[in-house]
């Protein structure tokens, strides 16, 4: 089945870590995007990628950075830099750039320790 | 910029009908979409309205009216299964390319 996986489901930092959230998706989607959702909160863009080796940053990018080396693939890293990182984090992706149906993952509920 | 507005909650009984609107201020888009999203899940695309009017599929129905900055998401027949959260989002009509921007969400409890 095609689809798109997100992982861990559950991910817990330190004060000064650096950690991953992995995203990867077999729909041979070209566009792929990070949301962020805190509770009760719509869902905020930290960046997306419209094509390989590229990617725009969204509203709320301070504090992660991301890669699109493979087109399937879209790693977020939240930096040390994020001082407020706990959150749902959901990876998506769409056929085109220009389009309004979004495919999500399941989503990484991130803590801080 | 965009900006969409919705109502935080909304309860309804099962079997009833429910309308959660959507109201938006934004210089141009391209359409309003619809979302669900269940409790600790992935949300779901439900609907695009690309042109004034209503759209249908099955049990939901979805409304954009431009002139009036506003649109709706109509579920009939209501399951308690469609106690979920709904969002819905928006395109700018910008110069290159944007990404959807979402509303906060409406939280919809269907009670017996």
């Known amino acids: 089945d095609g689809g798109i996986t997100q992982s861990p489901k559950y991910l817990f930092r330190k004060e000064g870590q650096n950690v991953t959230l992995s995203c990867e998706q077999n729909l041979n989607h070209d566009a792929m995007y990070w949301y962020r959702q805190d509770p009760g909160q719509g869902l905020r863009l930290i960046y997306y990628s419209q094509i390989v080796n590229d990617f725009q940053k969204g509203d709320i990018a301070e504090g992660y950075s991301v890669s699109r080396e493979k087109k399937e693939s879209f790693p977020l890293t939240v930096t040390s830099a994020q001082k407020n990182p706990t959150a749902f984090y959901l990876c998506a992706s769409s056929i085109g750039q220009n389009n309004e149906k979004l495919f999500f993952g399941s989503g990484t509920q991130l803590s801080v320790l | 910029g965009q900006s969409l507005e919705q109502p935080s909650e909304v309860t309804a009984v099962e079997g009833a009908i429910v309308q959660i609107n959507c109201t938006y201020q934004t210089s141009g888009f391209y359409g309003l979409s619809w979302y669900q999203q269940h409790d600790g899940g992935a949300p779901t695309f439900l609907s695009y309205?690309?042109?004034?009017g209503l759209e249908e599929t099955g049990r939901f129905s979805s409304f954009l009216s431009r002139s009036d900055s506003y649109g709706y998401l109509l579920l009939q027949e209501l399951q308690m299964k469609d106690s979920a959260s709904y969002f819905c989002?928006?395109?700018?009509?910008?110069?290159?390319?944007?990404?959807?921007?979402f509303g906060k969400g409406t939280r919809l409890s269907v009670i017996a």
């Open positions: 309205n690309g042109l004034d």
């Open positions: 989002a928006v395109r700018a009509r910008n110069s290159g390319n944007t990404p959807l921007v």
